[in-house]
């Protein structure tokens, strides 16, 4: 055991969050404490560790901070044993952790839930300041003292923030005034409602928003997280990790030069670091500034807005309303629906024109853009803007919109999500880093005097076959006068890395694909070459232009990060069927052409290949993603009838991602998998995490 001097190394345990499925995520746990605290050992079984000292002698010890509640008769082992992690580890521990590491492990860890720190001490009141200095007994920690010993159990910022969501869930409907009981449920939760039976479907909200709270749920739809929908974001969780593994230093600039819809620029935000957003689509730009801008506007500044705008809408539309039904009026309207304005979404998007023109919607949504354009600016006018985008959103395809009603909503929603955030941040005292998004290219980045400077990068590229972004946000982007003409929805699809839509010139692709101008990897030529070949040109055409877009942005990347900086990106692998034919695969390989193409047959069963999830790093990294290795197939379908058969090829974006990272002078430092359980059955089967450094 320890001294107990200050500042001595004193023991810590880490308890996993129990919503934990994947043992690659126990993996990135383990990672991301490693980073930031030095190498610790697995608790695969608390109630073992209770047995063996320091924890032996804290046994049946309650609270020292007495709250008069039922909390005060909760044993040490009852906190520590409770909700744990399912699978093997349930958590992490080390008797060396220093404590002035402990406040930046509560504030930034992601997998960790709770951290019991325990040491010999005669003063529970100087070890908590020691450790803990802005803890808030009762709040976020509470603490143990036995035979000369101190423990102290504190929750980290995730579990507050994640599970804020469920405040947001349960309150739409009510006073904005049950926010704050709501959250005050939620600080409570873990230090004084342990012990509790799950509610009857017909229980007060309240009781209900307890069951959410003990559900192996895992939100990431929190806070600023929650604003408009985007599909294929990351995790708010796995992004902490990956920020904690890449940057475990207090302050810096982290990048995400495929930004989307702003994941990596809010969590760094909230770790504490400032953050850039590199992103093409203009309306993935305002998502992602609008959810930093919520995270720094004052709440008062919001609200005075939100009123604002609301009311000036209201009599906007009014006027409308009283014009079309052919009254005179005194007044004429601020900010008329023009016409050119109507004209310029027809012609970008007559679907979404013939969707929304019914009943005016569209003109009152052309009414509240113009408002919000000509009475505010910044910050909130991101949020504003953000609010109206969500609001379309929702009513896209509906029969019967009601557009001033969702209006209404969107706006209050983001009001109670800045105060919620507002009143999480009061409790847990951290300041926020600076977020910003910029339209740009991520092949090119000369331009943008901004970014000159970065300590660490987490990105996901879209994949060659990315989702139809455009497509998905077509609405907003009209609507919002994000796209101008048709010429610029073609300009802007163009430069969308992996566009399922692409048109491409067969001429001057095919010239690409023989040449190889980007210079690109024999491994990824070999793949783009058998799609070609096999008649899947558009396919191949898609794969070079994506690859070659892969490998200029990590160029520019190379070109901002300081030495020494990580960078990690994500990536899914593409399973496609090459050819139906199943002879065209010999023994020796597949056909193509005259010659022959070594393969790797693989056996997959239930569109699913064996997976090794632990982290592949230094001398096994260069041999498995080596350059040279083969194409790996695989042979689908015994029945002749079957729609299946064919030959199936496995497109390993994550060696091609190495291999090019490599290329432009990043070293490879890891890569870890994990199975995707949404798409066993799709194209996409399995995710890797490549990690690289800028030598
Ligand atoms: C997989 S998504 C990223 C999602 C993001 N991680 C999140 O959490 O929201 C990939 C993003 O790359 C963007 N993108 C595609 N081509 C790009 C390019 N050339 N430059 C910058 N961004 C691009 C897409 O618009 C899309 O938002």
């Given at each position: 055991?320890?001294?107990?001097?200050?500042?001595?190394?004193?023991?810590?345990?880490?308890?996993?969050?129990?919503?934990?499925?994947?043992?690659?995520?126990?993996?990135?746990?383990?990672?991301?404490?490693?980073?930031?605290?030095?190498?610790?050992?697995?608790?695969?079984?608390?109630?073992?560790?209770?047995?063996?000292?320091?924890?032996?002698?804290?046994?049946?010890?309650?609270?020292?901070?007495?709250?008069?509640?039922?909390?005060?008769?909760?044993?040490?082992?009852?906190?520590?044993?409770?909700?744990?992690?399912?699978?093997?580890?349930?958590?992490?521990?080390?008797?060396?952790?220093?404590?002035?590491?402990?406040?930046?492990?509560?504030?930034?860890?992601?997998?960790?839930?709770?951290?019991?720190?325990?040491?010999?001490?005669?003063?529970?009141?100087?070890?908590?300041?020691?450790?803990?200095?802005?803890?808030?007994?009762?709040?976020?920690?509470?603490?143990?003292?036995?035979?000369?010993?101190?423990?102290?159990?504190?929750?980290?910022?995730?579990?507050?923030?994640?599970?804020?969501?469920?405040?947001?869930?349960?309150?739409?409907?009510?006073?904005?005034?049950?926010?704050?009981?709501?959250?005050?449920?939620?600080?409570?939760?873990?230090?004084?409602?342990?012990?509790?039976?799950?509610?009857?479907?017909?229980?007060?909200?309240?009781?209900?928003?307890?069951?959410?709270?003990?559900?192996?749920?895992?939100?990431?739809?929190?806070?600023?997280?929650?604003?408009?929908?985007?599909?294929?974001?990351?995790?708010?969780?796995?992004?902490?990790?990956?920020?904690?593994?890449?940057?475990?230093?207090?302050?810096?600039?982290?990048?995400?030069?495929?930004?989307?819809?702003?994941?990596?620029?809010?969590?760094?935000?909230?770790?504490?670091?400032?953050?850039?957003?590199?992103?093409?689509?203009?309306?993935?730009?305002?998502?992602?500034?609008?959810?930093?801008?919520?995270?720094?506007?004052?709440?008062?500044?919001?609200?005075?807005?939100?009123?604002?705008?609301?009311?000036?809408?209201?009599?906007?539309?009014?006027?409308?309303?009283?014009?079309?039904?052919?009254?005179?009026?005194?007044?004429?309207?601020?900010?008329?629906?023009?016409?050119?304005?109507?004209?310029?979404?027809?012609?970008?998007?007559?679907?979404?024109?013939?969707?929304?023109?019914?009943?005016?919607?569209?003109?009152?949504?052309?009414?509240?853009?113009?408002?919000?354009?000509?009475?505010?600016?910044?910050?909130?006018?991101?949020?504003?803007?953000?609010?109206?985008?969500?609001?379309?959103s929702n009513l896209k395809g509906k029969k019967n919109k009601d557009f001033q009603d969702q209006i209404g909503s969107t706006?209050?929603?983001?009001?109670?999500?800045?105060?919620?955030?507002?009143?999480?941040?009061?409790?847990?005292?951290?300041?926020?880093?600076?977020?910003?998004?910029?339209?740009?290219?991520?092949?090119?980045?000369?331009?943008?005097?901004?970014?000159?400077?970065?300590?660490?990068?987490?990105?996901?590229?879209?994949?060659?076959?990315?989702?139809?972004?455009?497509?998905?946000?077509?609405?907003?982007?009209?609507?919002?006068?994000?796209?101008?003409?048709?010429?610029?929805?073609?300009?802007?699809?163009?430069?969308?890395?992996?566009?399922?839509?692409?048109?491409?010139?067969?001429?001057?692709?095919?010239?690409?694909?023989?040449?190889?101008?980007?210079?690109?990897?024999?491994?990824?030529?070999?793949?783009?070459?058998?799609?070609?070949?096999?008649?899947?040109?558009?396919?191949?055409y898609r794969l070079y232009e994506f690859f070659d877009l892969i490998k200029r942005s990590f160029g520019e990347q190379m070109?901002?990060?300081?030495?020494?900086?990580?960078?990690?990106?994500?990536?899914?692998?593409?399973?496609?069927?090459?050819?139906?034919?199943?002879?065209?695969?010999?023994?020796?390989?597949?056909?193509?052409?005259?010659?022959?193409?070594?393969?790797?047959?693989?056996?997959?069963?239930?569109?699913?290949?064996?997976?090794?999830?632990?982290?592949?790093?230094?001398?096994?990294?260069?041999?498995?993603?080596?350059?040279?290795?083969?194409?790996?197939?695989?042979?689908?379908?015994?029945?002749?009838?079957?729609?299946?058969?064919?030959?199936?090829?496995?497109?390993?974006?994550?060696?091609?991602?190495?291999?090019?990272?490599?290329?432009?002078?990043?070293?490879?430092?890891?890569?870890?998998?994990?199975?995707?359980?949404?798409?066993?059955?799709?194209?996409?089967?399995?995710?890797?995490?490549?990690?690289?450094?800028?030598?």
């Amino acid at each position: 055991m320890h001294s107990g001097k200050a500042g001595a190394a004193v023991y810590a345990y880490f308890k996993l969050f129990n919503s934990i499925k994947d043992e690659h995520e126990v993996e990135l746990a383990r990672l991301e404490l490693e980073s930031l605290a030095g190498a610790v050992e697995p608790v695969r079984n608390f109630a073992d560790a209770l047995r063996e000292k320091p924890l032996k002698s804290l046994v049946n010890t309650t609270q020292v901070t007495l709250r008069g509640d039922e909390s005060d008769t909760v044993r040490f082992q009852d906190f520590l044993t409770h909700e744990l992690a399912y699978g093997r580890v349930q958590g992490f521990v080390t008797e060396d952790i220093k404590p002035r590491d402990v406040p930046r492990l509560v504030r930034k860890l992601g997998y960790t839930r709770e951290i019991y720190l325990v040491d010999e001490r005669t003063s529970w009141k100087t070890f908590l300041k020691a450790v803990l200095p802005q803890g808030n007994v009762g709040r976020n920690c509470n603490v143990f003292f036995s035979k000369g010993l101190v423990a102290v159990r504190t929750i980290t910022n995730q579990y507050f923030l994640e599970n804020s969501e469920y405040v947001t869930k349960v309150t739409p409907s009510l006073e904005r005034s049950q926010v704050a009981r709501f959250a005050d449920s939620l600080f409570d939760n873990l230090m004084r409602h342990i012990y509790r039976i799950p509610a009857s479907g017909k229980a007060r909200v309240g009781k209900r928003f307890l069951d959410y709270l003990a559900e192996r749920g895992e939100g990431s739809l929190y806070l600023s997280h929650g604003l408009h929908p985007y599909k294929g974001k990351f995790h708010p969780k796995m992004t902490r990790a990956l920020v904690n593994i890449v940057r475990p230093d207090d302050k810096g600039t982290i990048v995400d030069n495929f930004a989307g819809s702003g994941t990596l620029l809010v969590e760094s935000c909230l770790m504490g670091f400032d953050s850039y957003g590199i992103e093409i689509n203009p309306m993935s730009v305002l998502m992602a500034n609008a959810k930093c801008a919520l995270m720094r506007v004052k709440l008062g500044d919001l609200d005075e807005a939100a009123k604002k705008f609301l009311a000036v809408l209201h009599s906007e539309l009014e006027l409308m309303q009283q014009q079309s039904d052919g009254q005179a009026t005194l007044e004429t309207m601020g900010y008329p629906p023009e016409s050119a304005i109507l004209e310029e979404i027809k012609s970008v998007a007559p679907d979404v024109y013939d969707d929304f023109a019914p009943k005016h919607v569209l003109e009152e949504i052309v009414v509240a853009r113009r408002v919000i354009e000509g009475e505010f600016e910044g910050d909130i006018r991101d949020l504003l803007l953000l609010g109206l985008a969500m609001a379309i959103s929702n009513l896209k395809g509906k029969k019967n919109k009601d557009f001033q009603d969702q209006i209404g909503s969107t706006v209050e929603d983001i009001y109670r999500r800045c105060y919620l955030f507002n009143y999480l941040r009061e409790v847990l005292q951290f300041d926020v880093g600076y977020g910003t998004s910029i339209e740009a290219d991520a092949s090119d980045l000369r331009n943008i005097s901004a970014l000159k400077r970065a300590h660490g990068n987490v990105n996901s590229p879209p994949y060659s076959t990315a989702l139809d972004y455009i497509r998905n946000d077509l609405a907003q982007l009209a609507l919002l006068g994000m796209v101008k003409n048709a010429e610029g929805l073609r300009e802007l699809e163009a430069k969308m890395g992996g566009n399922p839509r692409a048109e491409y010139d067969t001429d001057a692709m095919h010239a690409k694909v023989t040449e190889n101008p980007a210079g690109l990897p024999d491994y990824a030529m070999v793949l783009i070459r058998l799609f070609e070949h096999y008649g899947k040109s558009n396919h191949a055409y898609r794969l070079y232009e994506f690859f070659d877009l892969i490998k200029r942005s990590f160029g520019e990347q190379m070109r901002i990060l300081e030495k020494g900086s990580k960078i990690a990106t994500v990536i899914g692998n593409n399973h496609f069927k090459l050819t139906d034919e199943v002879d065209a695969l010999g023994s020796s390989g597949i056909r193509i052409g005259e010659g022959i193409c070594p393969v790797e047959v693989h056996s997959v069963k239930n569109n699913m290949k064996p997976l090794d999830v632990k982290p592949i790093t230094g001398e096994s990294l260069l041999s498995r993603y080596s350059g040279t290795l083969p194409v790996k197939v695989s042979v689908s379908g015994a029945s002749a009838s079957s729609a299946q058969d064919g030959v199936y090829v496995e497109v390993e974006n994550e060696r091609v991602i190495l291999l090019l990272a490599m290329m432009v002078g990043f070293r490879p430092c890891m890569v870890i998998n994990r199975y995707i359980e949404k798409t066993l059955r799709g194209n996409i089967r399995y995710e890797s995490i490549v990690i690289m450094e800028k030598p």
